[in-house]
C-alpha cells in the first residue's frame, strides 16, 4: 500500500486552470491538443477557420466510436446492412431529394465589420458583433459545388454530399435485392458529409466537413409510429451503454412548425454541452417521400412488393442520423473528470473502455535492468496482437500513470523485480487507481474479461 501512494505522489498534477471539476471546451480544445486527440487543420499555416485533424490518439477515438455504432446496429441485428457509399453523386440526386432548392440558411451580412451570421442566429436588427446595420436576409444554399472532369461549365458541376442518406435511399433496391431482405429492414452507412455552414464553430461541434452515423430503416405504413418509438429508445439506450451519464441526455421532439414538410415526426437527442443542449443525433419520420421522389426523379419504380399481402407500396423510413464527430466530442466531454489522488489534483479521461484509444499501458518500473525490461516488452507483443497497448519507460511511474490516466488508459502493467521471481504484475484500474496483482499468464484473460464485457 505504501509503494502504491509513493508511486502516485511522484506524480505531476495534471489538471489545467479553470473551476475544478468544471468542464469547460477550454479545458478539453487544450487537453486535445497537448494529447495529440485533436490538432488545428492546417496549423502551420495559420489554421483554416473550424477544420480539424484528428491526431493519433483522436483517431482511434473516433474510429472506436464509429466502431461500437457498427457493431450495435450492423452486427448486432439480423435486420440491417452496411453500405459505403461514394461522396459524389449524380445531380439530379439532390433535386429529387429538394437539397438544390430547399437546402438553405437565411443570411445576413454586416455593412460595418461585413462579418455574416445565420438570420435565425440574430435577436436583433443591428451586428451582434459591432452593432453595425444589417443586410436584408438571403437564402444561401449549404451544399458545396464543385465540377467533374476537367471543363468548368454547368453540365459538369457535382457536389459534395450534405448528408450520408441519399446514397442508402438510391441503394435501396440494389441491397435489398442482393442481400433478400423482406420489410422491415435498415441500412447502415458510415461517412463524410459536407456543409458550407454559415457560422461553424463550438470546436468540432459544428463544421463544414463532418461525419455521420446514419440509418434509413425501411418499415410497412402504418408500423412506422412504433419503429419510431423503437429507434428513439434505441439510440438513447446506445449513448448510455457508452458511458454518458444520463443527465446530460434528453430528447426534445420538433414542434410541428420545425418539422420538415415531408416529416411526420421528428426527436433530437441532445447532450448538456458547455454551450447548453445541442443535438448530437436527429430521428425522423420521413414517410415515403424519399423513395417516392427518387422513383420520380430516376424514372425506376422504388417500391415493394408485399408478397404477405400481394401489393405494393412505398415504404416508410425511419432515420436516426447521427455525427460521428458530435458523439467523439460528448463522449470525450461527459468522460472529462478531475479528482485528487495521494494529495495531487488529476484529470482523468473516465472512457468506457471501448471507446478508449489506448486499451493498456505496460510500464517497465525499472528501465536499466535489461531482465525487467525484456519481461514487459514481452507482455507488451503478446497484447498488442489484440489491443492497442503502449510501452512506455521515459519517466518516473507515478508520471506515466498520469500521463496514462490523462488520455483515458483503463490500465496500465507494471512489471517489476519481483515478477522477475514470481511471475506476476500489478495492474492498476485507471478510475479508483485501485491495484490487482495477477500472474503475468492470466493478463490476456483479465483485460478480456474487463475490456470486452457488454
Ligand atoms: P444542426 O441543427 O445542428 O445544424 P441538423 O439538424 O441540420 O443539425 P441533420 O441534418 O439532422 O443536422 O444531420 C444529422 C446529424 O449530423 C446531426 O445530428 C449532427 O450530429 C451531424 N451534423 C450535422 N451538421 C453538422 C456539422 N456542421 N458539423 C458536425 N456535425 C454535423
Aim: aromatic share 12%; glycine share 8%; charged share 30%.
Amino acid at each position: 500500500m505504501a509503494e502504491e501512494l509513493k508511486r502516485e505522489q511522484e506524480a505531476e498534477p495534471t489538471t489545467t486552470p479553470g473551476a475544478p471539476g468544471e468542464v469547460t471546451m477550454e479545458k478539453i480544445v487544450s487537453l486535445c491538443k497537448r494529447r495529440g486527440l485533436i490538432f488545428p487543420s492546417s496549423e502551420i499555416y495559420g489554421g483554416l477557420g473550424s477544420t480539424w485533424d484528428y491526431g493519433p490518439l483522436g483517431v482511434e477515438l473516433k474510429n472506436n466510436v464509429k466502431a461500437a455504432w457498427w457493431q450495435t446496429v450492423v452486427y448486432g441485428r439480423d435486420d440491417m446492412e452496411g453500405l459505403d457509399a461514394a461522396i459524389l453523386m449524380h445531380p439530379r440526386v439532390w433535386e429529387a431529394s429538394g437539397h438544390v432548392e430547399c437546402f438553405n440558411d437565411p443570411m445576413v451580412d454586416c455593412k460595418e465589420c461585413k462579418k455574416r451570421f445565420r438570420a435565425d442566429d440574430i435577436a436583433g436588427q443591428k451586428c451582434p458583433e459591432c452593432g453595425g446595420e444589417l443586410t436584408e436576409a438571403r437564402q444561401f444554399n449549404l451544399m458545396f459545388r464543385t465540377h467533374a472532369g476537367p471543363v468548368e461549365e454547368s453540365a459538369s458541376v457535382v457536389y459534395l454530399r450534405p448528408e450520408t442518406a441519399q446514397g442508402i435511399f438510391v441503394n435501396f433496391d440494389n441491397v435489398r435485392q442482393s442481400m433478400r431482405q423482406k420489410l422491415p429492414f435498415g441500412i447502415a452507412q458510415i461517412g463524410k458529409a459536407f456543409r458550407n455552414e454559415i457560422t461553424p464553430g463550438n470546436f468540432t461541434f459544428r463544421t463544414r466537413e463532418f461525419e455521420q452515423m446514419e440509418i434509413e430503416f425501411f418499415v410497412k405504413p402504418g408500423e412506422d409510429e412504433k419503429w419510431f418509438d423503437y429507434w428513439v429508445e434505441e439510440r438513447l439506450g446506445w449513448y448510455h451503454r457508452y458511458g454518458i451519464r444520463p443527465e446530460r441526455l434528453r430528447l426534445r421532439p420538433h414542434g410541428p412548425q420545425e418539422l420538415a414538410h415531408y416529416a411526420r415526426a421528428c426527436v433530437d437527442v441532445e447532450y448538456l454541452f458547455p454551450m447548453g443542449w445541442s443535438e448530437l443525433e436527429g430521428i425522423a419520420n420521413r414517410t415515403d417521400y424519399d423513395l417516392r421522389r427518387h422513383s420520380e426523379f430516376a424514372k425506376k419504380d422504388l417500391s415493394y412488393f408485399d408478397e404477405e399481402e400481394k401489393r405494393r407500396y412505398f415504404p416508410y423510413v425511419i432515420e436516426p442520423s447521427a455525427g460521428a464527430d458530435r458523439a467523439t466530442l460528448a463522449f470525450l466531454m461527459d468522460a472529462y473528470r478531475e479528482d485528487v489522488i495521494a494529495g495531487r489534483p488529476r484529470a482523468y479521461l473516465a472512457f468506457h473502455p471501448a471507446l478508449a484509444p489506448v486499451k493498456v499501458a505496460i510500464l517497465p518500473l525499472l528501465r536499466n535492468r535489461p531482465e525487467v525490461v525484456a519481461m514487459a516488452r514481452n507482455i507488451h507483443a503478446g497484447l498488442r496482437k489484440r489491443w492497442k497497448t503502449i510501452y512506455n519507460d521515459t519517466a518516473g511511474i507515478g508520471r506515466l500513470y498520469r500521463r496514462q490516466d490523462e488520455i483515458g488508459t483503463p490500465f496500465c502493467i507494471t512489471v517489476d523485480v519481483q515478477s522477475l521471481d514470481d511471475g506476476q504484475v500489478t495492474v492498476r484500474w485507471r478510475d479508483t487507481t485501485a491495484q490487482d496483482r495477477i500472474a503475468a499468464d492470466h493478463i490476456p484473460m483479465y483485460l478480456a474479461e474487463r475490456l470486452e464485457a457488454e
